[in-house]
């Protein structure tokens, strides 16, 4: 059974810069997709970024753009989301978890971790 663990969430204010950690272990599968999604208070939880540890490749929401970087340091299982410019919005619990098989990033979520809260407040 897939565990994720995220860490390196805080209070930021904005401008500022955060680093999530998702530490992951027990995969069944050769590959996986790996996103951040986040849950803003009164809102419905969103896909923020994924990527695959087979080809690589990489998602971001229109939101996050140019803001947030995705990366995978493979030797550690381990998946990262640098958040930068952050943004009062972009204030919410932020979870870790896989992406279903053939799903998207956007919504389809699988396996989860507890979440991390991140606030952007001056």
């Known amino acids: 059974q897939v565990q994720l663990v995220e860490s390196g969430g805080g209070l930021v204010q904005p401008g500022g810069s955060l680093r999530l950690s998702c530490a992951a272990s027990?995969?069944?599968?050769?590959?996986?997709?790996i996103g951040w999604f986040r849950q803003a208070p009164g809102k419905e939880r969103e896909g923020v970024s994924c990527?695959?540890?087979?080809?690589?490749?990489?998602w971001l929401a229109n939101s996050v753009k140019g803001r947030f970087t995705i990366s995978r340091d493979s030797a550690k299982n381990t998946v990262y989301l640098q958040m930068n410019n952050l943004k009062p919005e972009d204030t919410g619990v932020y979870y870790c978890?896989?992406?279903?098989?053939?799903?998207?990033?956007?919504?389809?979520?699988?396996?989860w971790g507890q979440g991390t809260q991140v606030t952007v407040s001056s």
């Open positions: 978890a896989t992406v279903k098989n053939g799903g998207n990033c956007r919504s389809d979520g699988d396996s």
């Open positions: 027990g995969f069944t599968r050769q590959y996986y997709v």
């Open positions: 990527i695959s540890t087979g080809d690589k490749s990489t």
